[in-house]
């Protein structure tokens, strides 16, 4: 007999052993058995009863056994319910936001120290990496884009940002186009992008390559692949500060190391982390990215929680932390929330 009902709908004994599930995964790293997870609950059920609720679960996707009798662990579908619909955040107290206030208005008067300061305190409190991004000073619109097709795959760019400002760059294509097929890739982009800002192209090519590529016919494609490494190439201006990275090494998942050769690789690179960052920092509030809903394979066995930090009431950047799927969002949350706000008020006391 299923005892769970569909989906969202889990009735309050298949939440609570879920919660326990994931909170108990959590603090171990290890599978949770039946047997142990009927004593954690603190309900009045039986380890036959706890396997049978936990089939359900697997069967619906919250669970997976990486082994057979080894017991479960959560998916990433299991901890964004858990996150949604379980979780009760432990607000920061009072003492604690004070504590962060006066560790950032010591480096208050050095913007750049300030920020490294702020990514190293992340890390610090976390045990994982905290990364912030630059405040953009200005963030300019796209206006017009020219191609012109140069020897050995090369094209030269011509960019007109805001009303003067003209880029020239040299792209390094997979192959040669026509003059003519670079005219129509330009004249879709300016179709497309004129008047936008560049962090908005930014994060719209990443959704279109995400969501649609599979209807996207070759100029488009090729269009978006171009767009894309103009506008990586302005990304480099707007970086970021991570700090303690290397805590990742300390927890067992993620250990391997090609995996963590992949991870180093995408952080130095920084144009995929900024991607995803810059779409956080349209969003309100706090956002949360777990495992493979950043889009990003190396990040497939970590999560992302950020928030945004204003000047002036404009957001100028993103802090966060990136750690396991199996951080204690409990506390990362409100302490990338507080932070991010501290952050903004240190920025905008120099005013």
């Known amino acids: 007999m299923n005892t769970v009902p569909a989906d969202k709908h889990l009735n309050e004994r298949a939440r609570h052993l879920l919660r326990a599930l994931v909170e108990r995964y959590i603090r171990e790293g290890q599978p949770v058995g039946s047997r142990m997870l009927s004593r954690d609950s603190g309900m009045d059920v039986s380890p036959a009863t706890v396997r049978n609720v936990m089939a359900d679960l697997e ?22 319910f858990f996150v949604d619909s379980l979780l009760e955040v432990q607000p920061l107290t009072e003492g604690e936001i004070k504590s962060l206030r006066d560790k950032l208005l010591t480096n208050q008067d050095n913007p750049q120290i300030l920020l490294a300061s702020t990514s190293n305190l992340l890390s610090a409190i976390t045990r994982m990496a905290g990364v912030v991004t630059l405040p953009r000073r200005d963030d300019p619109s796209w206006r017009q884009i020219e191609f012109l097709p140069l020897s050995d795959n090369r094209v030269l760019t011509i960019l007109v940002l805001n009303q003067r400002e003209v880029q020239n760059r040299i792209l390094y294509l997979d192959r040669s186009y026509s003059a003519d097929f670079l005219r129509e890739t330009a004249n879709y982009l300016n179709e497309q992008f004129s008047g936008c800002s560049l962090s908005e192209i930014r994060t719209r090519l990443v959704n279109e390559l995400r969501e649609t590529r599979a209807s996207l016919n070759e100029m488009m494609l090729t269009a978006v692949h171009m767009a894309e490494q103009v506008c990586a190439g302005d990304a480099r201006e707007d970086s970021y500060v991570m700090a303690g990275e290397t805590n990742l090494m300390d927890f067992a998942e993620l250990s391997e190391i090609e995996r963590l050769r992949q991870l180093f690789d995408a952080f130095n690179e920084k144009r995929d982390i900024l991607h995803l960052l810059d779409q956080c920092a349209s969003a309100e509030g706090v956002q949360i990215f777990i495992g493979e809903e950043s889009g990003y394979n190396v990040l497939d066995d970590l999560s992302v929680v950020t928030a945004p930090y204003s000047v002036d009431d404009r957001v100028v950047g993103v802090l966060g932390v990136i750690g396991p799927t199996r951080m204690a969002y409990d506390r990362v949350i409100p302490i990338v929330d507080i932070t991010a706000k501290l952050l903004g008020a240190a920025l905008n006391s120099r005013h």
């Open 59 to 80: 069967d619906m996707g919250f669970v997976s056994s990486p082994h057979p009798s080894a017991g479960r662990v959560p998916t990433v579908k299991g901890y964004r």
